[in-house]
C-alpha cells in the first residue's frame, strides 16, 4: 500500500508542479517571444494574463466536474488537455495564437492543482495528512520560485519555446501513472448552478484583469480598467446575494466557512499572498532591475530560498503529528518578519553574500506556514467534500497571490514615485552636494553629461526607497498575520491523531 501511495504521489505532484511552474516559467522569456512572434511589450504581458484568468475563472468549478466525471477521469482529462496545449504554445507563430493557447492551458490547468491535493488527502490516512500536505506544498511553493531560473536557462540554452515543450515529457508521465494508480470516485448527479457560476466567473476574471494589468496601465485611469471593475464588483455582490438567498442549487456550498479552522485558514492564505508571493516577486525585480543581475544569475541567487523552504517542508512533515501546526505557523511568521526586515536594509551596494540569510529565512517561513496552514484548513472537513473545499481554497491561494503581487508592486511604484519627485528638487546648480558628487567625474552640473549622471543617481535612489518602503510593508503583513493564528482552534481530532501518530 506504501508502494502505491508513493506512486499516486508522483503521479499527480507532476501534475501539480507542471502547472504551478508554467505561471513563472515563462516570465523571462517574454522579450524573446515579443520579438519573434512581432508584439510590442505591452502586448505580450497578455501570455500571463490570459493563462490567469482563465485558471481563476475555472477553478470553481473542480468539485462540480469532479462529482460529474469522477475523480481520475477528470484528472486524466485535465492532464492531457494541459500536455497537448503546452505543445500548442509551443508552436504557436503569433500572438493571437499564444494568447489563446495559453488561456486554453489554463482552462485544462485550472484544476490540477486542487485535484491533486484532493488526491493526497484521500488516499493518506488522517494521521498522515501532515506528511501528505508537506509533498503537496513542496510542489506548489518551490516550483514557481524555481521557475524564472529554468526559462531563464532553457530560454538562452534552446528556445523559449520549450518552456512550454518541458511539460510534455512530465505531462506522459502523469498521465500514464494516474491511469494505472490514481483511485476513482463514485459518480454522483449534481445540478449545476450556471447563473451563479457565470456571475463568479465574471468577478473573477474581471478581478484578475484588474489586478494584472493595474499598475501597468495606471489603475483606473484606463478606461478598460475601470468597467472591468466596475463589473467585478456587481458581479461578486450578486453571486453572494444570490447564493446565500436563492432557492436552488449553489455552486459551492458556502457553509465550509462555518468551519473555524477552514476560515481563519483560508484568511491567513490570503494575507501569506502579499508578504511571500508578492514580496517574491519584489525580490525578483530588486535583483534584476535595481542590482542589474542577469536572468539567471538572479535565478540563482534566489535559490537558498527555494533549497531552506525544500528543506523545512521534509521536516515539517515528518514531525507534522507530533508538534502543533500552530507552533510551526508561528515559528514561519516569526522568520518571515526577520527575513523581510533583513531587506529593508538593502542597499545598491550590497552583496551577493548579503542576500543569503534574508532569502534562507523567507525560505523557512514559507515552509513552516504553508504545510501547517493547509493541514488545518481540512482537519476538521469531511471528505465527502475534499474536492471541493480544495477547489475554493486553491482559488482563494490564487486569488491572495494576485492580490499580493498587485498590492506590493503598487506600493512600491508609487513610493518610488514619491521619493523621486522629493528628490528631484536637490538637483540644481546651487547643490554643494551635488557638486562635490559630480566633482571627481569631472562634469558640472551645467553639463548635459553631469544632468544624466545625477538624474540617474537620483533615480537609482528613489528606487532603493521604493524597494524598502515594499519590504517594510511585507515585513508588517506578517505581523498582522499573528492574531489570526490564535483564531485557529486546535480540534480533539488533530490531538488524536498526533497522539495515534507512530515514532519514527
Same mark, same amino acid.
Given at each position: 500500500?506504501?508502494?502505491?501511495?508513493?506512486?499516486?504521489?508522483?503521479?499527480?505532484?507532476?501534475?501539480?508542479?507542471? +502547472?504551478?511552474?508554467?505561471?513563472?516559467?515563462?516570465?523571462?522569456?517574454?522579450?524573446?517571444?515579443?520579438?519573434?512572434?512581432?508584439?510590442? %511589450?505591452?502586448?505580450?504581458?497578455?501570455?500571463?494574463?490570459?493563462?490567469?484568468?482563465?485558471?481563476?475563472?475555472?477553478?470553481?468549478?473542480?468539485?462540480?466536474?469532479?462529482?460529474?466525471?469522477?475523480?481520475?477521469?477528470?484528472?486524466?482529462?485535465?492532464?492531457?488537455?494541459?500536455?497537448?496545449?503546452?505543445?500548442?504554445?509551443?508552436?504557436?507563430?503569433?500572438?493571437?495564437?499564444?494568447?489563446?493557447?495559453?488561456?486554453?492551458?489554463?482552462?485544462?490547468?485550472?484544476?490540477?492543482?486542487?485535484?491533486?491535493?484532493?488526491?493526497?488527502?484521500?488516499?493518506?490516512?488522517?494521521?498522515?495528512?501532515?506528511?501528505?500536505?508537506?509533498?503537496?506544498?513542496?510542489?506548489?511553493?518551490?516550483? %514557481?520560485?524555481?521557475?524564472?531560473?529554468?526559462?531563464?536557462?532553457?530560454?538562452?540554452?534552446?528556445?523559449?519555446?520549450? *518552456?512550454?515543450?518541458?511539460?510534455?515529457?512530465?505531462?506522459?508521465?502523469?498521465?500514464?501513472?494516474?491511469?494505472?494508480?490514481?483511485?476513482?470516485?463514485?459518480?454522483?448527479?449534481?445540478?449545476?448552478?450556471?447563473?451563479?457560476?457565470?456571475?463568479?466567473?465574471?468577478?473573477?476574471?474581471?478581478? +484578475?484583469?484588474?489586478?494584472?494589468?493595474?499598475?501597468?496601465?495606471?489603475?483606473?485611469?484606463?478606461?478598460?480598467?475601470?468597467?472591468?471593475?466596475?463589473?467585478?464588483?456587481?458581479?461578486?455582490?450578486?453571486?453572494?446575494?444570490?447564493?446565500?438567498?436563492?432557492?436552488?442549487? %449553489?455552486?459551492?456550498?458556502?457553509?465550509?466557512?462555518?468551519?473555524?479552522?477552514?476560515?481563519?485558514?483560508?484568511?491567513?492564505?490570503?494575507?501569506?499572498?502579499?508578504?511571500?508571493?508578492?514580496?517574491?516577486?519584489?525580490?525578483?525585480?530588486?535583483?534584476?532591475?535595481?542590482?542589474?543581475?542577469?536572468?539567471?544569475?538572479?535565478?540563482?541567487?534566489?535559490?537558498?530560498?527555494?533549497?531552506?523552504?525544500?528543506?523545512?517542508?521534509?521536516?515539517?512533515?515528518?514531525?507534522?503529528?507530533?508538534?502543533?501546526?500552530?507552533?510551526?505557523?508561528?515559528?514561519?511568521?516569526?522568520?518571515?518578519?526577520?527575513?523581510?526586515?533583513?531587506?529593508?536594509?538593502?542597499?545598491?551596494?550590497?552583496?551577493?553574500?548579503?542576500?543569503?540569510?534574508?532569502?534562507?529565512?523567507?525560505?523557512?517561513?514559507?515552509?513552516?506556514?504553508?504545510?501547517?496552514?493547509?493541514?488545518?484548513?481540512?482537519?476538521?472537513?469531511?471528505?465527502?467534500?475534499?474536492?471541493?473545499?480544495?477547489?475554493?481554497?486553491?482559488?482563494?491561494?490564487?486569488?491572495?497571490?494576485?492580490?499580493?503581487?498587485?498590492?506590493?508592486?503598487?506600493?512600491?511604484?508609487?513610493?518610488?514615485?514619491?521619493?523621486?519627485?522629493?528628490?528631484?528638487? *536637490?538637483?540644481?546648480?546651487?547643490?554643494?552636494?551635488?557638486?562635490?558628487?559630480?566633482?571627481?567625474?569631472?562634469?558640472?552640473?551645467?553639463?548635459?553629461?553631469?544632468?544624466?549622471?545625477?538624474?540617474?543617481?537620483?533615480?537609482?535612489?528613489?528606487?532603493?526607497?521604493?524597494?524598502?518602503?515594499?519590504?517594510?510593508?511585507?515585513?508588517? *503583513?506578517?505581523?498582522?498575520?499573528?492574531?489570526?493564528?490564535?483564531?485557529?482552534?486546535?480540534?480533539?481530532?488533530?490531538?488524536?491523531?498526533?497522539?495515534?501518530?507512530?515514532?519514527?
Amino acid at each position: 500500500m506504501e508502494a502505491k501511495r508513493i506512486l499516486i504521489s508522483v503521479a499527480v505532484m507532476a501534475a501539480t508542479i507542471m +502547472q504551478v511552474l508554467d505561471t513563472t516559467i515563462v516570465n523571462v522569456a517574454l522579450p524573446n517571444m515579443a520579438g519573434e512572434l512581432d508584439a510590442t %511589450p505591452d502586448n505580450i504581458s497578455w501570455v500571463l494574463t490570459s493563462y490567469l484568468i482563465a485558471s481563476a475563472i475555472l477553478m470553481p468549478l473542480t468539485g462540480y466536474l469532479t462529482d460529474r466525471m469522477g475523480l481520475r477521469r477528470y484528472l486524466l482529462i485535465s492532464i492531457a488537455g494541459f500536455v497537448i496545449t503546452s505543445a500548442l504554445c509551443g508552436m504557436a507563430e503569433s500572438l493571437f495564437q499564444m494568447v489563446l493557447f495559453r488561456f486554453l492551458q489554463g482552462l485544462f490547468g485550472a484544476s490540477l492543482v486542487p485535484l491533486s491535493q484532493s488526491v493526497m488527502l484521500q488516499v493518506f490516512p488522517g494521521e498522515q495528512r501532515g506528511k501528505a500536505m508537506a509533498i503537496w506544498s513542496m510542489g506548489v511553493m518551490v516550483a %514557481p520560485i524555481l521557475g524564472p531560473t529554468l526559462g531563464g536557462w532553457l530560454t538562452e540554452s534552446v528556445s523559449w519555446r520549450w *518552456n512550454f515543450y518541458i511539460n510534455l515529457p512530465v505531462g506522459i508521465l502523469s498521465f500514464l501513472l494516474s491511469i494505472r494508480h490514481v483511485p476513482n470516485t463514485e459518480i454522483r448527479e449534481r445540478r449545476m448552478d450556471w447563473l451563479g457560476f457565470s456571475s463568479l466567473a465574471i468577478a473573477i476574471g474581471a478581478l +484578475q484583469l484588474v489586478l494584472d494589468r493595474g499598475n501597468q496601465d495606471d489603475w483606473f485611469s484606463s478606461r478598460m480598467l475601470t468597467i472591468a471593475a466596475i463589473l467585478g464588483t456587481l458581479s461578486i455582490v450578486f453571486f453572494f446575494v444570490y447564493t446565500l438567498t436563492g432557492k436552488h442549487h %449553489p455552486l459551492f456550498d458556502l457553509r465550509i466557512f462555518k468551519d473555524r479552522n477552514f476560515l481563519f485558514a483560508s484568511l491567513i492564505m490570503t494575507t501569506i499572498g502579499i508578504g511571500f508571493f508578492g514580496g517574491m516577486l519584489l525580490n525578483s525585480i530588486f535583483l534584476q532591475e535595481f542590482l542589474n543581475y542577469p536572468t539567471f544569475e538572479a535565478g540563482l541567487y534566489m535559490a537558498p530560498r527555494g533549497v531552506a523552504s525544500f528543506l523545512v517542508m521534509i521536516i515539517v512533515g515528518k514531525y507534522s503529528g507530533k508538534i502543533s501546526p500552530r507552533i510551526f505557523i508561528f515559528t514561519g511568521i516569526v522568520a518571515s518578519i526577520f527575513g523581510n526586515y533583513l531587506m529593508t536594509r538593502f542597499t545598491g551596494e550590497i552583496t551577493a553574500h548579503d542576500l543569503i540569510l534574508p532569502m534562507m529565512l523567507q525560505g523557512l517561513g514559507m515552509g513552516l506556514i504553508f504545510v501547517p496552514i493547509s493541514t488545518l484548513a481540512f482537519t476538521t472537513l469531511p471528505k465527502t467534500i475534499a474536492a471541493e473545499a480544495a477547489g475554493i481554497y486553491s482559488l482563494i491561494r490564487a486569488l491572495g497571490s494576485a492580490i499580493g503581487i498587485s498590492i506590493l508592486t503598487t506600493f512600491y511604484s508609487r513610493e518610488a514615485e514619491k521619493a523621486w519627485s522629493q528628490l528631484r528638487g *536637490n538637483v540644481n546648480i546651487y547643490s554643494d552636494a551635488l557638486h562635490a558628487y559630480l566633482a571627481p567625474l569631472h562634469f558640472g552640473i551645467e553639463t548635459h553629461q553631469g544632468m544624466a549622471i545625477a538624474a540617474n543617481a537620483v533615480f537609482h535612489e528613489a528606487q532603493n526607497i521604493g524597494f524598502i518602503a515594499g519590504f517594510w510593508f511585507a515585513t508588517i *503583513n506578517f505581523i498582522f498575520m499573528l492574531p489570526l493564528l490564535f483564531l485557529v482552534k486546535k480540534t480533539q481530532a488533530g490531538i488524536e491523531r498526533a497522539m495515534q501518530a507512530s515514532p519514527e
